[in-house]
């Protein structure tokens, strides 16, 4: 039990601890007032087998990054095609609602880095723009 204020109890009961996923998270199942809820947490006693993703560099105004955590859904580009400043290049969702990433400057798309229904993480690099010299 955990008072958050007066007259405000939340009762936590764990049950269990799910096995390891290859990002070195596990999934922990718990009750929360008697709703089962679930949590991704990352356990730092796990090796992480899975390659981590490349950060977008700020300085760099042709890195397309992840505005946050969350699932491709849609490509729109392909490498090597001309976009404008402002074009949607993907669709990413992120706990049910649906946003577009647009090119940040124009020029041509060098480099996609990801691919439809893949998850990634705020800051993760998800292509790059070539822009004309």
Known sequence: MLDIEPG??????????G?????GTRTLFFELNGQPREI???????????????KAG??????????????????AVQVNQSVQRG??????EAMKMQSNIYAPVAGSVSRILVSANQNV????LLAT???AS
């Open 8 to 17: 405000k109890t939340l009762i936590i009961r764990f049950l269990t601890i």
């Open 19 to 23: 096995e390891a996923h290859t990002d």
């Open 40 to 54: 991704r947490v990352r356990d730092r006693a796990l090796k992480v087998t899975s390659r981590t993703h490349a």
């Open 58 to 75: 700020p300085a760099d105004a042709g890195h397309v990054a992840a505005p946050t955590s969350g699932l491709i859904t849609t490509i």
């Open 87 to 92: 074009e949607k290049l993907m669709s990413l």
């Open 121 to 124: 993480e705020a800051k993760d």
């Open 129 to 131: 723009i070539s822009t």
